[in-house]
């Protein structure tokens, strides 16, 4: 009787992990997915899934850092560009087949669906511009995110550092390497009168707010 017992344990144990592995398989794919990893970049892999309304998953990792994994939420207006951009790239013709000249520039995956079809793209480099726009969207949400943690680090607790992070914000910003640069216009008002940071610091979080937050 004992056996019996025993078996019938062992047999329900087993229900509830195959039961739990089947219904993980069953979890919906991202409309959106970007991968990239170059082991000899400062951000030697990055990871994004997102949904169809732009909420998803963003995870990088970063040398002598503790890899970031984090929930994201798309602006509508970002969730309409990215549609956009994956509808231009939908006409394109499939050839973006890794190159081994461009290994130095690291191996970027697109995946998405377009009008119910799953279209996907594996390269090292490619010359179309819909396609590198895409990439660069998602590696700009990387670069906004850092941003933002490192401001909001600073400003509790390294004030005097705030000046700087400011200027490498405003290099991206004048690089086109913020994703969504209206989604940091809360943060930068909030720097600007915050009176724990130094005036240079106040007015340069102003003058970015006045430009982002229109």
Known sequence: MKNVKTLATLLFGLFLVFGTVS?????SQPAY???FEQP???????????????HGTLAYWQKDVDPVNVEITLRPDSVARLKGMAEKISLLPEDTTPSDRHLNLGKTKLVFSQKGEKREAEFTYTPNQPMNAFANFFRGLVTQHQRKSQLEVARKYQPLDTPKILKDLESDLNGSRIAEPAA?????????????????????AKKLF???GK
């Open 23 to 27: 219904g993980q398989g069953k979890k």
């Open 184 to 204: 940091l216009a809360s943060l930068l008002k909030s720097l600007s009168t915050d009176e724990r940071l130094p005036l240079i610091a106040r007015n340069q």
């Open 40 to 54: 000899n970049f400062v951000i030697s892999k990055i990871e994004i899934g997102l949904d169809e309304g732009g």
């Open 210 to 212: 006045e430009r982002v």
């Open 33 to 35: 997915w970007y991968e």
